[in-house]
């Protein structure tokens, strides 16, 4: 993380409490620290192949919303908008950092929203609040917001679905990473 920009630092530590906070509501939750595996899925797969089944769902989920990211983008003024806010707001990030921003708001986003939240409070409440973390911070990026609150949805039916967060986990990272190497080399005209 040394010679990374002052908002991956913050990013780090968000994420860090994020995980934190994970592991403490559902120790505290269910006297346990398995946040893995949903409680009462609605299929339940042995765990190889629930991992690995959640794995290839996830990369395949999340390369078709990066896909219809920037098809957004590439489309419309508002995908054009979002974008040039996100290359302002975040630079040339080195791939190093892209690849630690996708790995840790992956893990630290899905283990808090899925795995400890959504088993306790549903997957509406568990998806608004996911929504809620993402807030604009100029009207262009209420966009967004929307958008994280209907992944929320989308990546929290997979955890129920498939009982782990190997899907949602695999999907968010994959969204992020390509995402953001996109909003790195890509300057809408």
């Known amino acids: 993380m040394r010679g990374s920009s002052t908002p991956v630092r913050g990013a780090v530590l968000l ?14 939750d269910r006297g346990t620290i398995d946040l893995w595996r949903h409680p009462e899925p609605l299929w339940r797969f042995p765990f190889a192949a629930g991992l690995a089944g959640g794995l290839v769902v996830g990369v395949v989920f999340g390369r078709i919303v990066a896909w219809l990211s920037r098809w957004a983008v590439r489309r419309t003024r508002w995908g054009a908008g979002l974008h040039e806010e996100f290359h302002a707001l975040l630079g040339p990030l080195p791939d190093s950092d892209i690849l630690l921003l996708a790995f840790l708001s992956a893990a630290a986003e899905e283990c808090f929203f899925r795995g400890a939240l959504q088993p306790t409070v549903g997957l509406v409440a568990a998806s608004l609040m996911f929504g809620g ?18 992944l929320g949805f989308a990546l929290g039916a997979l955890f129920w679905a498939g009982g782990q967060l190997a899907a949602p986990v695999a999907a968010h990272f994959t969204i992020n990473y390509e995402n953001l190497h996109f909003v790195r080399r890509y300057r809408p005209a």
Do not use: D, S
């Not at 973390?133 to 209907?150: C, Q, Y």
């Open 15 to 28: 994420y860090g409490l994020l995980a934190v906070g994970a592991v403490t509501w559902v120790l505290a």
């Open 133 to 150: 973390m993402h807030l604009p911070v100029n009207k262009r990026f209420i966009v967004w917001t929307i958008e994280a609150t209907v």
